[in-house]
């Protein structure tokens, strides 16, 4: 006859590895999802960073293009050159509203409005890629500009205020549209939910000449 097994060589049944097997799948996803939040947090802290750098920049490009604005000036009273401020004079034709700010995007290298991940300027013909090429991936951020004059006098004093913003795509978002899709640079207020935003200000005149 066969003695009754030990209690000491128990095994484990199958309900006791079922609820094992659950506590564990608990356990995983918690810390799945915390890596994910942690991930998704050091990618939105690294984009917003690299965003903030390329504001800057272009806050200091729209400066210099600004000091190409020399007239009116004590020497030259009636003449007014704001067109060789070739940046401003592009965006200040739709005044008070964003727009791409193309206007030395055809230079070589060029100055753009679209950035790769790395903050480098991309060419114009990239700005828009068609759809489904790798050779040409969209650009990670987007740089939109609005002016609207402050203050004017018959002397052509002039004052504008200019506005920037710096687009990205948050996370991974297969909805959200290239960043620097004219209907996503030239709208109001780009969904918060799809597209994270830093705002910039300054403020220009004409660089009068002594």
């Known amino acids: 006859m066969r ?53 800057r920049m272009w806050i200091e490009r729209i400066r210099r293009d600004a000091m190409q604005w020399t007239l ?19 965006t200040a034709s739709n005044s008070g509203n964003w727009q791409r700010p193309d206007a030395y ?21 990239n700005l828009q890629p068609t759809a489904g090429t790798l050779s040409s991936p969209p650009p990670v951020f987007c740089v939109n500009v609005k002016e609207q004059y402050l203050y004017t006098d018959v002397d052509s004093n002039n004052l504008i205020r200019v506005d920037l ?19 996503v640079a030239t709208s109001a207020i780009p969904n918060p939910q799809l597209y994270g935003s830093l705002y910039f200000t300054t403020a220009v005149r004409a660089n009068a000449l002594p």
């Open 165 to 183: 913003r710096v687009l990205w795509v948050r996370g991974i978002n297969p909805g959200a549209s290239n960043p620097c899709d004219p209907t």
């Open 105 to 125: 995007a055809t230079q070589t290298p060029p100055v753009s409005p679209g950035f790769d991940a790395l903050g480098r300027d991309i060419a114009f013909a």
């Open 72 to 90: 009116p000036s004590p020497v030259n009273p009636s003449g007014n050159n704001f067109a060789n401020a070739q940046l401003l004079q592009y």
């Open 3 to 55: 003695s009754p097994p030990s209690p000491l060589s128990r095994a484990y049944t199958v309900v006791e590895v079922l609820l094992s097997l659950t506590v564990f799948a608990i356990g995983a996803s918690a810390v799945m999802s915390m890596q994910k939040a942690t991930l998704q947090g050091n990618l939105d802290a690294r984009k917003t960073d690299m965003a903030n750098a390329i504001g």
